[in-house]
């Protein structure tokens, strides 16, 4: 997942965590139980040797994470 910046990405997670329709929908899932035991974010910086990473639209520099 991308994001321009982690602020972005804290509230687009905190927008989606709070939908009505996700709620009820990881209620519904989770009934006999949770589905998923961890969740894990890491938050990868790019180093000298990185390869560029070009912006599907515009060249802003994004906020890469990865889960696992």
């Not at 905190?14 to 990881?26: G, I, R, S, T, V």
């Not at 906020?63 to 696992?68: A, D, G, N």
């Amino acid at each position: 997942l991308a994001y321009p910046d982690k602020s972005s990405r804290e509230a687009a997670w905190n927008k989606f965590l709070n939908d009505p329709e996700w709620k009820a929908a990881k209620a519904d899932s989770e009934k006999d139980g949770k589905i998923v035991a961890k969740v894990e974010s890491l938050f990868l910086t790019p180093t000298d040797f990185s390869p560029v990473v070009k912006a599907a639209q515009g060249d802003a520099i994004r906020q890469f994470e990865l889960r696992t």
